[in-house]
């Protein structure tokens, strides 16, 4: 059961992450003008929200269930990878050789964090 709220916990977090980027883009979800506060949400805004609720219960989940130690590096460490790929299609950031690197290095954490596992 942990392997599937893992995989809904990355998931989750990481698109609630490019949801708030491109709800954000064009202007921010709170702002105060002339003494007044505004909100300007969106859906992607909203979504990311919503994602970012789902992503919470199922690291309460994780954190009850698993070791912290291993669970935390390693939820993060997937998000990482997961947000990187998604940056690079989504938004078209750029893929270079440090942020390659670094790529491989939280993959290699992650690996090494599983080895008693």
């Known amino acids: 059961m942990s392997k599937i709220i893992l995989a809904i916990y990355v998931v989750a977090a990481t698109f609630a992450l490019v949801a708030l980027k491109l709800g954000t883009e064009k202007t921010l979800p709170v702002s105060f003008t002339d003494g007044k506060l505004h909100l300007n949400l969106n859906f992607f805004f909203l979504l990311g929200l919503m994602l970012y609720g789902v992503s ?62």
Do not use: C, Q, R
Not at 79 to 89: D, G, H, K, M, N
Not at 95 to 113: D, N, Q, S, Y
């Open 56 to 117: 919470f219960f199922a690291y309460m989940y994780l954190v009850a269930k698993n070791d912290l130690g291993y669970i935390i590096p390693f939820a993060a460490s997937l998000v990482y990878i997961l947000l990187f790929t998604a940056s690079y299609f989504i938004f078209n950031e750029s893929f270079t050789a440090l942020k390659i690197f670094a790529i491989i290095l939280i993959m290699t954490g992650g690996v090494l964090i599983n080895v008693h596992k």
